[in-house]
């Protein structure tokens, strides 16, 4: 595997991880408090709800898929 592409994988690997649902949910939720703050929302309670919700959803699809097998 050439270097380039190690690196790569690497940074898929660290930046999406097990859950791609997460990894683009904390993107939306970013983008999402941009655009408040930038529109002149104060916005800072939107990260911490996202990241509980994100969480949470995660934690149900993981216990879900541990009953089926």
Do not use: Q, T
């Not at 993107?27 to 104060?42: E, I, M, R, W, Y």
């Amino acid at each position: 595997m050439s270097k380039l592409r190690a690196f790569g994988a690497f940074w898929y690997d660290f930046l999406v991880g097990d859950d791609w649902r997460v990894a683009l949910g904390v993107v939306v939720s970013l983008a999402a408090c941009a655009g408040l703050v930038k529109a002149g929302v104060d916005a800072w309670w939107l990260l911490p709800v996202a990241v509980a919700v994100l969480l949470g959803l995660s934690l149900r699809r993981a216990v879900a898929s541990g009953r089926k097998g």
